[in-house]
Nanobody, 131 residues
Framework: QVQLVESGGGLVQAGGSLRLSCAASGRTFSNYDMGWFRQAPGKEREFAAA????????YYADSVKGRFTSSRDNAKNTVYLQMNSLRPEDTAVYYCAARRRATIWDFVRSKPYDDRQYDYWGPGTQVTVSS
């Protein structure tokens, strides 16, 4: 089992920044790729970002590319999502998720954007961006 807890959400004005953290406990953190997903009111959950077990590979949804950056510190069992130039449409509950690290070399081909691959999820943290 892997337990995940997100933090760092809040209310911010458009154009502002937030950094989300996701602390993991339980199994060896470096055995897991990590994903960030979000769900806005009345919408389905969608992929935002993912980072490989080593931190060497990342992948982003087009909607956040160039504005969001994911990183991780395996020594601290923590993954981060730095969100800059926030927009009202970024308002959502943000979830971190863990999957066993991909066995294929190409991170994108391993479909890190597919939420069905993730076995463990945090409870989420609310991000609200005001216009």
């Amino acid at each position: 089992q892997v337990q995940l807890v997100e933090s760092g959400g809040g209310l911010v004005q458009a154009g502002g920044s937030l950094r989300l953290s996701c602390a993991a406990s339980g199994r060896t953190f470096s055995n897991y790729d990590m994903g960030w997903f979000r769900q806005a009111p009345g919408k389905e959950r969608e992929f935002a970002a993912a980072i490989s077990w080593s931190g060497g590979s990342t992948y982003y949804a087009d909607s956040v590319k160039g504005r969001f950056t994911s990183s991780r510190d395996n020594a601290k069992n923590t993954v981060y999502l730095q969100m800059n130039s926030l927009r009202p449409e970024d308002t959502a509950v943000y979830y971190c998720a863990a999957r066993r690290r991909a066995t294929i070399w190409d991170f994108v081909r391993s479909k890190p954007y597919d939420d069905r691959q993730y076995d463990y999820w945090g409870p989420g943290t609310q991000v609200t961006v005001s216009s």
